[in-house]
T-cell receptor
Framework: KAGVTQTPRYLIKTRGQQVTLSCSPI?????VSWYQQTPGQGLQFLFE???????NKGNFPGRFSGRQFSNSRSEMNVSTLELGDSALYLC????????????????????FGSGTQLSVL | AQSVTQLDSQVPVFEEAPVELRCNYS??????LFWYVQYPNQGLQLLLK??????LVKGINGFEAEFNKSQTSFHLRKPSVHISDTAEYFC???????????FGKGTRLSVIA
């Protein structure tokens, strides 16, 4: 089974531009979460999508947005890029995190992609 | 809301020595706890998780962690490390029910030959 695929692997943009990152989850996984990873802040939750609907949202400005398609693939978009947006953006998929209400369910297991390294100059 | 504190940002250790990576959490509800590992230029992969039951959890690659509710801790241990264990380790907490995982800032483990 193929893992979580994120494209592109590296991106260089300049301030003010916008960028779109793509994530293909593991086949059969319906939940996709996005995280921003920086050396100073670690991993910070951006948002989660399930069945094309945003289910959870982190504390990021509206410049950060996302969507999920009917095949569970997800994209995130960052508009009006700032220097501070330079980071590794990680996507993670899981079967269905809602079922994690059952504590013995393994659905809490997130499978991560290798990330997209975004550099804003 | 949940939060996680990883007490050490960097831990150097000699090969074949034991190691403990410390993690404390804060939550007003019951939580599920996780340790993830990130090797260079890769995404995160799950090492182990505590959902309920035995407080000593065994994971992959010889790692184990102990859940201590009174200390609100979930420290990760390995009795003998290898060079290949050099990586960044993240502790994470979730309240379950589909709430997002909250990660600590990570501990960089460097194993010295």
């Amino acid at each position: 089974k193929a893992g979580v695929t994120q494209t592109p692997r590296y991106l260089i943009k300049t301030r003010g531009q916008q960028v779109t990152l793509s994530c293909s989850p593991i086949s059969g996984h319906r939940s996709v979460s996005w995280y921003q990873q920086t050396p100073g802040q670690g991993l910070q939750f951006l948002f989660e999508y399930f069945s094309e609907t945003q289910r959870n949202k982190g504390n990021f400005p509206g410049r950060f947005s996302g969507r999920q398609f009917s095949n569970s693939r997800s994209e995130m978009n960052v508009s009006t890029l700032e220097l501070g947006d330079s980071a590794l953006y990680l996507c993670a998929s899981s079967l269905d995190r809602v079922k994690a209400a059952n504590p013995r369910a393994s659905n809490e297991k997130l499978f991560f992609g290798s990330g997209t390294q975004l550099s804003v100059l | 809301a949940q939060s996680v504190t990883q007490l050490d940002s960097q831990v150097p250790v000699f090969e074949e020595a034991p190691v403990e990576l410390r993690c404390n959490y804060s939550s007003s509800v019951s939580v599920y706890l996780f340790w993830y590992v990130q090797y260079p230029n890769q995404g995160l992969q799950l090492l182990l998780k505590y959902l309920s039951g035995s407080t000593l959890v065994k994971g992959i690659n010889g790692f184990e962690a102990e859940f201590n509710k009174s200390q609100t801790s979930f420290h990760l241990r390995k009795p003998s490390v290898h060079i290949s264990d050099t990586a960044e380790y993240f502790c994470a907490v979730s309240a379950g029910g589909g709430t997002p995982l909250v990660f600590g800032k990570g501990t960089r483990l460097s194993v010295i030959a």
